[in-house]
Nanobody
Framework: QVQLVESGGGLVQAGGSLRLSCAAS????????MGWYRQAPGKQRELVAT???????NYADSVKGRFTISRDNAKNTVYLQMNSLKPEDTAGYYC?????????????WGQGTQVTVSS
C-alpha cells in the first residue's frame, strides 16, 4: 500500500497564493507519475496538473500560468504552488500517485485538502 499525506490547504482571498504538498510513502513501491485533481461541490473531479518522475508536466487550461507543479523524487513529494487564486479555484484538492511494485502499477489517492478562495 501507498499512503499519500496532503497539507497546505486553507482559506485565502482572491489574488492570493497557497502551496499544497503531498508526501507518498510505501515500502517496496516506486512512485511514478504524481498529480493534483480537484472537485468542487456538485461537480466531477477534474485534473489540475500532473508531473512524471522525469519532470514532464501537464496542466489544465484553467490553471496554466497560475499554478506550478513540482516534485522531489528523493522525498516522494509533489507540490502545487497556486498563485493568483480565483474564487472558481475553490474545491477539495486531491493528490494522486501511480506507484509500481514489480510489474504492476497501482493508482492511489490522498484524503483531500480544502482550498477556499474568497472574493
Amino acid at each position: 500500500q501507498v499512503q499519500l499525506v496532503e497539507s497546505g490547504g486553507g482559506l485565502v482571498q482572491a489574488g492570493g497564493s497557497l502551496r499544497l504538498s503531498c508526501a507518498a510513502s510505501g515500502r517496496d513501491f516506486r512512485i511514478n507519475a504524481m498529480g493534483w485533481y480537484r472537485q468542487a461541490p456538485g461537480k466531477q473531479r477534474e485534473l489540475v496538473a500532473t508531473i512524471t518522475r522525469g519532470g514532464t508536466t501537464n496542466y489544465a487550461d484553467s490553471v496554466k500560468g497560475r499554478f506550478t507543479i513540482s516534485r522531489d523524487n528523493a522525498k516522494n513529494t509533489v507540490y502545487l504552488q497556486m498563485n493568483s487564486l480565483k474564487p472558481e479555484d475553490t474545491a477539495g484538492y486531491y493528490c494522486n500517485a501511480k506507484a509500481s511494485r514489480w510489474t504492476t502499477e497501482y493508482n492511489y489517492w490522498g484524503q483531500g485538502t480544502q482550498v477556499t478562495v474568497s472574493s
